[in-house]
């Protein structure tokens, strides 16, 4: 199954963006220099996946379990004391077993997979040492969606979702725990709600600069 998907100005993403650089530039040179990290994170992911409002006649829902997938990309925390705040830019890319749930009652397995664009903006406290706990929104973007049928889903490329977690980090490594939500709505009669609710993320990161 192939999707067509309509390519449109991710618009949230580059608001998101602006605001990070903004606030980035209103930081004081030194202070800057010491409460700023920046890092270079990866990790693998498990998560399910729905679509809904298919459209199709003949395909009413398609439902994917044990999707497993992997994220790598960088991320920029303000430190201010024991609060801070991290962007984060990501390439993700996921894929497993779909099941579609025909019309007819009859059901069947393909398989698919999809890779995401991901800016989560988290805010987050040290809690005690190196331990740290975070959450924010999460703007996500489809890149690329591939299916082994040949029936068409149209899906929205942007959606918006959350992400929560807690980090250990000692020295310049950081290991992290994280959970996340995400939805593609559709935005109008002809395109597939997508949701990828439940999606467990364990990484490791390299870390430079301030505490």
């Not at 963006?17 to 992911?45: R, W």
């Not at 705040?85 to 996921?94: D, F, R």
């Not at 664009?117 to 988290?122: Q, S």
Request: with cysteine; charged share 15%.
């Amino acid at each position: 199954m192939k999707t067509n998907q309509k390519i449109s100005a991710p618009l949230f993403a580059r608001a998101l963006v602006g605001f990070v650089m903004l606030f980035v530039l209103l930081i004081p040179k030194e202070q800057k220099a010491q409460s700023c990290t920046l890092g270079i994170t990866a990790g693998a992911s498990t998560a399910s996946v729905d679509f809904d409002n298919i459209g199709h006649s003949f395909v009413n829902t398609v439902k994917g379990t044990n999707v497993m997938g992997f994220e790598g990309g960088l991320f920029e925390r303000f430190n201010f004391g024991p609060f801070f705040i991290k962007p984060m830019e990501l390439v993700s890319y996921q894929g497993g077993t779909a099941t579609y749930y025909n019309s007819d009652g009859s059901v069947n397995n393909e398989k698919f997979d999809y890779g995401n664009f991901e800016v989560p903006l988290l805010f987050g406290l040290r809690i005690l040492g190196p331990l740290r706990i975070e959450a924010g929104p999460v703007y996500n973007w489809i890149y690329t969606t591939h299916f082994s049928e040949d029936n068409t889903i149209m899906v929205n490329r942007s959606g918006l979702g959350w992400r929560a977690g807690a980090n250990v980090e000692l020295g310049m490594i950081n290991v992290g725990l994280a959970y996340q939500g995400l939805t593609n709505n559709s935005d109008n009669s002809t395109t597939t709600t997508f949701k990828s609710p439940n999606e467990l993320i364990f990484s490791v990161a390299l870390c430079f600069g301030g505490k």
